[in-house]
C-alpha cells in the first residue's frame, strides 16, 4: 500500500529506478552491484520504493510494431470541464488506448492510441472517442516514428 507521503530519493535511490526502468527484471545482486551498495541495501531500498508507492510496479517495454500495433496516434480531447473524472474512468477500459492526461492550455486531455491499423484507429478515435460524455472535439497526430527518451535520472 502506498503512503501518502512522498519519501526523500538520494542519488542511490534514482539509480535505482533508472536501473529498474532500463531491466524490471534485473536481479537484487545485479542491482546491488550496479549501485555499488549491498544486496541488503538494495533489497530495502526497492522495498521501501515500492511500499511508499513511488516503484507502482514492474511491466515489460512493449515493441508496440512487432506486438501488432502498428498504427500510433495522439489524439487531442476538447472535453466540458466538469466531465474529467468520468471521461478517466472511460478512457482507462477503451481498447487501444495506452496512456491518456488531464493538460493545462489549449488541449483539455491526450490521448496515446496504439491499434493494428487504420481501421482500428479510425473505429477508436470516430465512434468511441467522440462518443464518450463530456467530449466536444478531437484532433489527431498520426506517430510516424518514435523513440524512448535517456531516461529520468540519467544525465
Not at 21 to 27: H, K, P, Q
Amino acid at each position: 500500500m502506498a503512503n501518502d507521503t512522498s519519501p526523500d530519493l538520494d542519488a542511490t535511490d534514482r539509480q535505482i529506478i533508472d536501473e529498474l526502468t532500463n531491466d524490471g527484471r534485473v536481479s537484487i545482486r545485479t542491482l546491488a552491484d550496479r549501485t555499488h551498495i549491498s544486496r541488503a541495501n538494495a533489497y530495502a531500498r526497492v522495498e521501501r520504493l515500492t511500499s511508499s508507492g513511488v516503484i507502482r510496479g514492474f511491466t515489460a517495454r512493449i515493441a508496440h510494431d512487432r506486438a501488432g500495433l502498428t498504427t500510433s496516434a495522439f489524439v487531442a480531447l476538447s472535453i466540458r470541464q466538469d466531465a474529467w473524472r468520468g471521461l478517466s474512468d472511460q478512457l482507462a477500459k477503451l481498447a487501444f488506448v495506452d496512456h491518456f492526461g488531464l493538460l493545462g492550455g489549449d488541449i483539455d486531455v491526450l490521448v496515446l492510441v496504439r491499434a493494428p491499423d487504420n481501421h482500428a484507429l479510425r473505429e477508436v478515435v470516430l465512434e468511441q472517442l467522440n462518443a464518450l460524455p463530456g467530449v466536444q472535439s478531437t484532433k489527431t497526430w498520426l506517430l510516424f516514428d518514435e523513440s524512448d527518451g535517456p531516461g529520468l535520472y540519467r544525465t
